[in-house]
């Protein structure tokens, strides 16, 4: 069975780093031709993909976010992590990690983590 587990802090000053951890069980994080990926969703506001780190190491984000993104991965532990820059009361969010594997259309996320509540606020 897989499952997901975001880690990280849960309150934040604005101009703070944000930085989480998701590990991961059931499923290798190196395993074809899976996408390791950190989606949030704003109070009142729909998901926000915002990037993601293949089971090569590959990275993408969401140009939205990009210049103050990071996601890398430790394949000894199993797990991925998102450091995201200069966070201001607009990054308030649940921010969650999913599997995310290609289709023919797109991307499908299998399974999720919980979902970590990050308060960005002075």
Request: glycine letters at 10%.
């Amino acid at each position: 069975q897989v499952q997901l587990q975001e880690s990280g802090p849960g309150l934040l000053k604005p101009s703070q780093t944000l930085s989480l951890t998701c590990t991961a069980s059931g499923s290798s994080i190196t395993a074809n031709y899976y996408y390791w990926t950190w989606i949030r969703q704003p109070p009142g506001k729909g998901l926000e993909w915002m990037g993601a780190i293949s089971y090569s190491g590959s990275t993408s984000y969401s140009p939205s976010v990009k210049n103050r993104t990071s996601i890398s991965r430790d394949t000894t532990k199993n797990q991925f992590a998102l450091q995201f820059n200069s966070v201001t009361p607009e990054d308030t969010a649940v921010y969650y990690c999913a599997r995310g594997k290609p289709t023919g259309w797109g991307y499908e996320y299998d399974y999720w983590g919980q979902g970590t509540q990050v308060t960005v606020s002075s």
